[in-house]
C-alpha cells in the first residue's frame, strides 16, 4: 500500500513539479540572457512545448508500461525506468519482444503460473477454466495511459515540425551581420577552434556556409582611446569570396572587408560609446582562416 501511494505521489505530483521547474528555468533564461535576442517568440514556445509533450510522452507509456509488468508479475520499476530512459519507441520495442505472460495464482499452492495452464507446476493441481475467466478478459488494460501518450506524442511531432518549418524557412531568425540583435546562422561551419579568454577572441575554421556569421561580444571601456586589433589571414581565396568584419552597437554598424589584410588591423571605437558591442565576421566563401580580435 505505502509503495503505491508513493507511486501515485511521483505520478500526480513529482512530475508537473518537473515539468513547472523547466518552464521556470527556460523563462529565466528568457528574461535574464539574450539566448533568445533575435528569435521571434513563437521559436522558443515551440522549443519549450516539444520538450513538455515529449517529457509527457515518455511518462505515461512508462506509466501503461509499469501498470501492464505489475499485472504480469514483473519487475514494474524496472521496466518503467528503461521505457523513459530509452524513449518510448526503443522501450517500448525491447519490451513487447520479451514481455511476459500474465500468470495467475494456484489456488491450492500459491505458486504463479500461466493463465493457460491446465495444471499447477508445482503442485500438480487441475486448474478450471473458470478460474482464469477474469484474467484473459480481452481488452487494453489502463487505456487512459495509452491514449494520453499517444496525444502526447502527436502534439510532441507537431511542435518538432512547426519549429523545424519555422527555422527552415528563417521565419522569425534575425540573420543580418548589421543587427543589433544576436544573429542566427541556418548554415554550418568547420571549425578548428574558437576561443575567447582575457579579451582575445581567437578563431580558426576551415570553411563555413555563405554568408555565415561568428560573433562575440566584447566590451569598450574608453571608446575615445581605445582600438580594435584585428590579425586575420584567409588561407584559401576562391574568385568573388570575401571575409567582413561588423561592428555593431545599437543603430551604429561599420563592416571592414578583412579578406586580404597586408598586416594587422587597427581600428578606432571613436564612432561607438562605452559599453557591449558585437564583434562579427561574416564569412562569404574564404577557407582555412585564422583570426585575433581584439579591444586594446
Known sequence: ??????????????????????????GLYFFKSDGFSGLSMLLPILLLCFVIFALCTFSFFAAWVYQDCKRRGDDPVLWAIIVFAATPFIGLLIYFLRRPEIKTICPACGQRISVKAKYCEECGTHIKKEDNSIMVKQGTHHLKFMIAGIASMMLMLLCLTGFIVSAAVGNGINTNAASNDRVWNLGTIRMNYNTYLDGVWKLDFRSASDGFVKEQNM???????????ADISCGTVPDGAALVLWLVQGDTAKSIDVTNLSEPLEYPLNEFENGKIHVRLQINGVKNTAAEIYIQ
Open 219 to 229: 566590451a569598450i571601456e574608453d571608446a575615445a582611446a581605445q582600438l580594435l586589433y
Open 1 to 26: 500500500m505505502n509503495n503505491t501511494k508513493k507511486n501515485r505521489f511521483f505520478l500526480y505530483i513529482g512530475i508537473p513539479v518537473i515539468l513547472l521547474l523547466i518552464f521556470l528555468r527556460f
